[in-house]
């Protein structure tokens, strides 16, 4: 029989030594085991940091890379032990089993030890845990241009779990009231519990979709778009898609992966938008073939390194870096650049990415700006993004430019709108 906590073991392995999202692993486990792992892995990477601090206050020596896995099992214990409700001899007895059936007599007595010592000063050792900065150095490289003061309310923010959001086809006002949702100021439906997404009401009618607060901004930045041609660049799994076209625009949808694409079609079917236009293609080819002044709007969702999905995906701040940052800004932008042909005189190109870098947004925008001088930023009404009440300090909006913050209880995300002057 499979051994659930060696396997979550091996998982936060491979996703620290490998760089791979969670989300990529999570169908190796059955639906019963699945929300064990999930707790157990997202805890653990939430506090590796201090994690490994703790270790090294018993083991002064590294540990052999042959034993490599059974440190992660230990790891992992020590977070079961301090941060969730497991019964300490069971975290105990188990762990030091499991590190045997992976390493050797020597280690699982040592295990033994430790994780004994820990569960007797319990309080102490989460006092310890709460003390350490849960950034590694690397991703601190990444928030260059935040104060201190920023720098630490983002890394509390790494222990805050995401609440679930959603944006209602129509009516949110009464879907609110249906699912007992919090009404965000945007619309967004905030719901505070856990919940079965399947479950829940209109989710077969299609009267919603899954999409944190933040990512519903980008298509309301736009204003009015009933009637007009729209291009949603990078567009899977298809929230913003949804967004446009509830809104009455002519939208088609591209992505590069044919697999996220038919995933866009489904969602587009259970909401009953089944008949967007899509096309499976590399966006920077589609820029370079597409006619200049085609379109009157540009959705550009850009390729991005994803650092301000942390409190969704706490692997991020472990597994990328400052180098990332910069192979996606060239990326981004090649694209900008592409889209800046094929917008039509008057039109607007929504910029936006769920990045927390800088490099990926303001700067970004500075660079487009100094070498497009026909295009302008141009301001976001807060009537469009603050339609059912006021953000008061949750949001800000400078320069026509919006970047949203993790302490928020949202993603991180960089917004901008630019509009073609000549």
């Not at 045997?100 to 007595?109: N, P, Q, T």
Request: with cysteine; aromatic share 8%.
């Amino acid at each position: 029989m499979e051994n659930i906590r060696i396997k979550c073991a091996e998982t936060v392995q491979n996703i620290l030594e490998n760089k791979v999202f969670f989300a990529e692993l999570k169908n190796q486990f059955s639906e019963k085991d699945l929300p064990f792992a999930n707790m157990l892995i997202l805890t653990s990477l939430r506090y590796w940091c201090a994690l490994n601090e703790i270790l090294r206050c018993f083991i002064k020596k590294k540990i052999p890379n042959k034993h490599r896995k059974a440190q992660y099992v230990l790891l992992l214990a020590i977070a079961e032990l301090l941060e969730m409700e497991t019964a300490p001899y069971a975290v105990i007895n188990e762990t030091v089993k499991n590190v045997r059936a992976v390493s050797d007599k020597f280690l699982s007595g040592m295990t033994n030890a430790v994780l004994r010592k820990i569960s007797e000063d319990k309080a102490l050792w989460q006092q310890k845990m709460a003390q350490v900065n849960p950034l590694p150095d690397a991703f601190l490289q990444i928030l260059n241009g935040y104060d201190n003061e920023q720098i630490e309310k983002i890394a509390q923010s790494v222990f805050e779990l995401p609440k679930l959001d959603l944006t209602a086809k129509e009516n949110p006002r009464l879907w609110a009231e249906k699912l007992r949702a919090e009404l965000l100021p945007n619309g967004s439906l905030r719901l505070n519990g856990a919940a079965k997404i399947t479950a829940l009401e209109g989710y077969t009618q299609g009267a919603w979709w899954v999409q944190d607060a933040a990512a519903a901004l980008p298509v309301l930045c736009m204003g009015d778009v009933k009637g007009k041609k729209v291009v949603d660049l990078c567009a899977a799994p298809g929230g913003k898609t949804a967004q446009l076209v509830a809104r009455g625009a002519e939208v088609t949808a591209l992505d590069i992966s044919a697999s996220r694409l038919e995933k866009l079609r489904q969602n587009m079917k259970r909401i009953g938008f089944d008949k967007v236009q899509t096309i499976c293609a590399d966006a920077q080819e589609f820029l370079q073939q597409t006619p200049d002044e085609t379109f009157d709007a540009v959705l550009l969702d850009a390729p991005c390194s994803a650092t301000g999905t942390f409190r969704r995906h706490p692997e991020v701040i472990h597994i990328k870096t400052i180098e990332d940052v910069a192979q996606q800004a060239l990326i981004q932008e090649k694209l900008l650049n592409g889209c800046a042909k094929i917008v039509k005189k008057g039109g607007i190109i929504l910029y936006s990415v769920c990045s927390i870098a800088k490099a990926e947004g303001e700067m970004q925008i500075q660079k487009f700006l100094k070498n497009h001088q026909h295009f302008k930023i141009t301001p976001i009404a807060d009537t469009d993004i603050a339609g059912f009440g006021n953000w008061g300090n949750a949001l800000t909006v400078f320069d026509g430019e919006i970047r949203t913050m993790p302490y928020w209880q949202t993603d991180a995300f960089f917004i901008c709108k630019l509009q073609r002057i000549i």
